[in-house]
């Protein structure tokens, strides 16, 4: 069931990668492909006017965000749970307290016997998916708050159905990429937890010692390569929030002037869709925090790649046929490559 579940995961970001390989392939038999991928991709500015039988208004992005921010948050906090019970990275002298503990009645068993048995590199990786999580949860909740406070969309802006329907998966199925090699042990454990508290209550659970410190502690024994990650995952999510600042303060002179203006400041100095690319070093972060061994964490950033890279080509197109004196050392996502 498990590896039903990586391999659905597996599927579903190369199903989603290949339309785009495909479509940007500079071939002129993939014309009319091109477009058509493009017109299930267009979104505000870059999106002509159409009738909007198959759009929706831009503003649901918000949707996607607090899809993003609950179903992370329920997965955070589950496998963190599973974490800290069934694989504890504990020191020495906390495992002869907790044997200690357990004579005198206060701690329980199992989460002694499995802190015993199971294997130190399952117990790293089980608190890996925590921490990949956590920063995922930072992701989406900074994501929010931009939506809310930087953001106001025209009332005019639309998206077609299919982005929109297409945002709602990536902000389900990306979280549960992150944790998917535990995703159904972290199920049946908070199932089962579930199912005790109905049954017994509150008062009739199994109780244990709730150590705080051996809560967080885990996630300080974590290689440096997953502290790399997070700084590469902070350096984009910097540069992301700047750039959303500046396109937010663009809409407020739009709606005073009625007309578009070149964006500047920040990476948008060298290329015309940086918070695209300041995403795709966030995603690259999580990659490297993960340790690279996970393929469904790998092809969710090559999903992330394709998607923005295909994106920014038509923003980057829309911003030369809009502006005549339009800056031309800017490359359209990645400096001084495309």
Known sequence: MEMGLVGLLRAAWVAGILPLLVASLPLPGLGRFHEAVMGFAKRGKIMQ???????????????????????????????????????????????????????????????????????????????????LLLLMEIQVLRRLYENIYFFNYSPSARMHIFAYLTGLFFYTAAPLSLCSIFAMEVYEFSANLLSEFIVRGKDQMASSEFDLWEFVNPLMKLGWRHWIGAI?????????????????????????????????????????????????????????????????????????????????????????????????????IIPLIY
């Open 49 to 131: 006017s159409s009738p909007c039988k198959f759009t929706v208004p831009q503003r649901f992005f918000t949707h996607f965000y607090v899809l993003a921010v609950l179903w992370t948050g329920l997965l955070l906090a589950a496998t963190w749970l599973y974490a800290y019970e069934m694989a504890p990275i504990a020191s020495e002298p906390f495992l002869y307290s907790s044997i200690a503990s357990y004579l005198t009645g206060g701690s329980h068993l199992f989460t002694l016997h499995r802190s015993r048995s199971t294997p130190l590199k399952y117990r790293y990786m089980v608190w890996k998916s925590v921490f």
């Open 232 to 332: 590469i995952f902070f350096w984009g999510s910097i540069h992301q929030h700047q750039c959303h600042r500046i396109l937010g303060s663009l809409r407020e002179l739009r709606e005073e002037s009625g007309e578009y203006v070149i964006p500047y400041g920040d990476w948008f100095e060298r290329v015309s869709c940086p918070h695209y690319l300041a995403e795709i070093v966030i995603y690259a972060g999580l990659l490297v925090a993960s340790g690279g061994s996970d393929l469904t964490i790998w092809l969710l950033f090559g999903f992330v790649v394709a998607n923005l890279v295909f994106a920014a080509a038509e923003t980057h197109r829309w911003y030369h046929i809009k502006f005549d004196n339009y800056p031309w050392d800017r490359f359209a």
